[in-house]
């Protein structure tokens, strides 16, 4: 079975700081990838980065960037100059290659202060 | 265009009601799903569509019935619902799974549903 874990229910960061989200994950599967995807109060999930498994370079995009250490089955998410906007729930995700289904993490709730 | 537009937003209705969700992307994808999500939880994926056709059902109850008429189109009937039904409906779409190896999903605003 796959399984995404999120130790951080909540986290906080004061603006224009950084701040890392944790996850580890499980699966058997060789072909797999990994997602951070972010709910702000509006509702709509939306995508913030992802990863291939087979490629060992970290994903970067913009302020945001991941860790992915294979071996350990972590992928964190790190937040750099943090902004209002940034205040969300963030799942990290997993998905099997070749299949529908996606396994979410139970969630990290950020919080920007001012 | 890179949406997913569900309607309504908002919907109440009482137990012995019939009503439908909808959800609509042209983006080409051919995967389509719903999934439900409770109030600060992660979404649970209800059924899959692929090519049209229904690909997963996660044991869901025969109260949710869902519909693919094409590509572009996703229902959810409802009939009958409890009110631990209540919650968020969020559709989504993905690329072919085959030829989109790892493509993210897109998710559309979703669908707040109370059921009095």
């Known amino acids: 079975a796959q399984t995404v874990t999120q130790s951080q229910p909540e986290m906080s960061v004061q603006e224009a700081e950084t701040v890392t989200l944790s996850c580890t994950y499980d699966?058997?599967?060789?072909?797999?990838?990994l997602f951070w995807y972010k709910q702000p109060p509006s509702r709509q999930m939306i995508l913030v980065i992802r990863?291939?498994?087979?490629?060992?370079q970290n994903a970067t995009e913009n302020r945001f960037s991941v860790n992915f250490q294979k071996a350990a089955k972590s992928f964190s998410l790190k937040i750099s100059d943090s902004q209002l906007g940034d205040a969300a729930m963030y799942f990290c995700?997993?998905?099997?290659?070749?299949?529908?289904?996606?396994?979410f993490g139970q969630g990290t709730k950020l919080t920007v202060n001012p | 265009d890179t949406e997913v537009t569900q309607t309504p937003k908002h919907l109440v209705m009482g137990m012995t009601n019939k009503k439908s969700l909808k959800c609509e992307q042209h983006?080409?994808?051919?995967?389509m799903y719903w999934y439900k999500q409770k109030a600060k939880k992660p979404p649970e994926l209800m059924f899959v569509?692929?090519?049209?056709?229904?690909?997963i059902n996660e044991s869901v109850p025969s109260r949710f019935s869902p519909e693919c008429p094409n590509s572009s189109l996703l229902n959810l009937h409802l009939h009958a619902l409890q009110p631990e039904d209540s919650a968020l409906y969020l559709c989504?779409?993905?690329?072919?799974?085959?030829?989109?190896?790892?493509?993210?999903?897109?998710f559309g605003q979703g669908t707040r549903l109370t059921v009095v």
């Open positions: 989504a779409s993905s690329q072919d799974l085959y030829r989109g190896r790892g493509t993210e999903a897109f």
């Open positions: 699966t058997s599967e060789s072909d797999y990838y």
């Open positions: 990863q291939e498994a087979y490629k060992q």
């Open positions: 995700v997993l998905g099997q290659g070749g299949s529908e289904k996606l396994v």
């Open positions: 983006m080409g994808h051919r995967a």
């Open positions: 569509y692929s090519y049209e056709k229904l690909s």
